[in-house]
């Protein structure tokens, strides 16, 4: 039987967000201290925010900020107090991860026999303290160099293994920043244990792996309230509305690529003073040189790695010369690299956009006006809109007729549709379509269930006149029915993963064609998980059919309702409890999963939330916002929110393309 509780063991503070008061952020730094680790956070040095080693909440940038530029950095005083209000500094992480210098071999020669030996440098325990986005995507990009090729570099690997991640969400940003366009930021979306978001109280704080989970059961929070988690995702929205998208990278690397010959590689070079700052300050640079120290009676030897750069003279000496002597050459190699050849070596980008190589450079070279010049994104040719009618003809309606009609709930009826063409009565999971009847506006109804070859099922509650003249149709009777149209749930970006679907009420109706969906191939997708809430368990859509999905142990069933209803057995469990809540509570890791949400938008809001406590991350949750419709053709304007028209550009929309619209009243 569906109970209010979840149906797998829950619990554990991995499940949800956490609110850390700022007068307790010492308790955070001394946690991190503990097992002798050193502490590695941002503090100011030589008029510059740096990581180093610190102690105290007092050695850390509190109420400091910066102004950054092409070629240009200066500390400012902020208003607020916050501690980490600035965006990023001169230093990296690869300092503490990658060395500048690291001794590799001892060579030596005793009693004639020469003999070698793996140097073995301390690996210190660290934590980091204050990784933005970025900065974790940069760590990612060296993991992928050093260790997911057929050798490991042994020394990096220790060093990782050996240091805990405290991130922190960012809340301003700079002029440098292009971290949206290559998709790295501004919201944190993995590598870390724990997440700090700031408010003006404190910090926001959620867990991304079991060790972080640890670290927040020792620290003083409470669960982080409503109020507070939106104020974090809206101030981290805010950063990304305010980067916007400087770079199309879309095509990049062919369009770099193409442009090897191109006379803006000569014209840069005549700013470029080769100094190499830009792969010094950049996070994930990783060329090295090799360099051996010798005793003086010549026994021994060791070998050292060191920082070296492309833009070294000489760095490109080779037995048949230097062939990259010229500096238009060294930069046009440190540019494609990043940007192209990366993606050839490395199935990635090089650069996670965190404008290091703008500020930094002496003579102020903007690598987004160096894109943009040599391999300027071509316009693309007006295509088909990105919309899914199925029918030939989009305004026009087919006569259906009702063959069945079932009551839900007080107020929501499913009626069956047949005698519909396959146009019609095709379509995806998620699409909606536009139902009529004379002397009514037609209303936009979710489709419910598609039944091949000329049928399918409308769910609808009756909230006004046009809803309760349709369900208060008959079999026999008929009705006018256009679509489906819109954009579906994409199922296939789950495949392969595990499923989180969210939703409550007559949200539902909605996801069934997608429950279907992950049914009808239950083989392709992990572990399925299935929330749903409900005022009281009368007012729950389809309970035959989810007690029959939990039965067959095909998806995992978590029922909530809010209000006690007294039945035949007695009290229902799990009133006075929320779906969000549930997912909280809830030990799953969710870095694996894709999420698909229904519900007004402040429950989805909160949902996101919960979700992102697991790991799952914007780019992988996706919401509908179907209760915007109107016309369904993108004519009426009705559903307009920012750029896009609810009904052509969705109902279905990937999180993060939603940027900062989503939830922003008055949009």
């Known amino acids: 039987m569906l109970s209010g509780m979840p149906l797998s063991a829950a619990g554990g503070t991995m499940g949800g967000a956490f609110f850390l008061p700022r007068a307790n ?106 990784v933005r986005a970025c900065e974790l995507a940069a760590l990612g990009v060296q993991d992928r160099v050093f260790l997911g090729g057929p050798f490991i570099e042994t020394d990096y690997q220790l060093r990782r293994r050996a240091t805990v991640v405290v991130a922190v969400q960012c809340t301003t940003s700079a002029s440098t920043c292009f971290c949206t366009s290559m998709e790295t930021g501004p919201e944190v979306r993995g590598g870390h244990d724990l997440a700090l978001t700031e408010i003006p109280a404190g910090f926001v704080v959620e867990a991304g792996t079991p060790t972080g989970a640890e670290l927040l059961a020792r620290l003083p929070v409470s669960a982080a309230r409503l ?184 107020d929501t009826t499913t009626i069956r549709l047949a005698g519909l063409d396959a146009v019609h009565a095709g379509g995806r999971p998620g699409q909606f379509g536009m139902v009529s009847l004379p002397a009514f506006p037609p209303a936009a109804i979710s489709i419910s269930r598609f039944l091949a070859p000329d049928g399918l099922e409308l769910t609808i509650r009756a909230a006004g006149a046009a809803t309760s003249a349709i369900t208060a149709l008959r079999p026999g009777e008929t009705v006018g029915f256009r679509g489906p149209v819109g954009i579906g749930w994409p199922v296939e970006a789950a495949y392969g993963k595990d499923v989180v679907v969210v939703t409550g009420g007559t949200g539902l109706a909605p996801l069934r064609p997608l429950v279907d969906a992950l049914l009808a191939e239950r083989e392709r997708f992990g572990q399925v998980r299935l929330y749903y809430g409900a005022r009281t368990r009368e007012d729950m859509l389809f309970r035959d059919e989810l007690e029959d999905w939990d039965q067959d142990d095909a998806i995992d069933v978590t029922c909530r309702w809010l209000r006690r209803h007294q ?98 009243e008055g949009i």
């Not at 940038?61 to 092409?70: F, N, Y």
Request: with cysteine.
């Open 25 to 130: 952020l010492q308790d955070l730094l001394d946690l991190l201290r503990e097992d002798g680790r050193r502490l590695i956070g941002p503090t100011v040095a030589d008029e510059a925010i740096v990581y180093d080693e610190i102690t105290s909440v007092d050695e850390l940038p509190q109420g400091w900020g910066d102004e950054q530029g092409p070629g240009t950095y200066r500390l400012v005083r902020r208003r607020d107090g916050f501690t980490f209000g600035y965006v990023v500094g001169p230093t990296s992480w690869k300092r503490f991860t990658f060395p500048p210098v690291v001794p590799l071999t001892v060579a030596s020669t005793v009693d004639g026999e020469v003999r070698f030996r793996t140097a073995e440098p301390e690996i210190p325990k660290l934590a980091f303290l204050g």
């Open 227 to 410: 109020d507070q988690s939106v104020a974090a995702v809206q101030a981290v929205a805010g950063v990304r509305a305010a980067i916007g998208n400087p770079v199309q990278t879309a095509g990049l690397r062919d369009r770099l690529m193409a442009k090897l010959d191109s006379p803006r590689w000569t014209e840069v070079a005549e700013r470029c003073i080769t100094c190499g700052n830009c792969t010094l300050a950049c996070p994930t640079c990783f060329c090295i040189n090799v360099t051996r120290r010798t005793d003086l009676a010549g026994a021994e030897s060791i070998s050292e790695r060191g920082w070296d750069s492309c833009f070294s003279p000489g760095f490109a000496i080779v037995a048949g010369g230097d062939f990259r002597a010229r500096p238009k050459d060294r930069y046009r190699q440190w540019l494609t690299h990043k940007f192209a050849s990366w993606w050839d070596q490395f199935g990635q980008s090089g650069c996670v956009g965190c404008g290091r190589c703008i500020t930094w450079c002496p003579v102020g070279i903007d690598v987004r006006e160096e894109l943009a010049a040599i391999a300027p994104a071509v316009p693309e040719p007006p295509g088909p809109p990105k919309f899914e009618p199925v029918a030939d003809d989009r305004q026009a309606y087919a006569t259906a007729r009702v063959t069945h009609v079932h009551a839900e709930t007080s």
């Open 567 to 664: 039945g035949p057995g007695g009290p229902y469990a799990g009133a006075g409890r929320s779906t969000v809540s549930a997912i909280h509570q809830a030990s799953w890791d969710g870095s694996q999963a894709v999420a698909f949400v229904c519900g007004p938008e402040r429950m989805m809001e909160a949902t996101t939330i919960a979700l992102a406590g697991h790991g799952v991350t914007r780019d992988r949750i996706y919401v509908t916002l179907e209760r915007h419709m109107e016309c369904g053709l993108g004519f009426c304007g009705h559903c307009q929110m920012g750029r896009f028209f609810i009904c052509k550009d969705g109902p279905v929309f990937q999180l993060s393309d939603l940027g900062g619209t989503f939830g922003r």
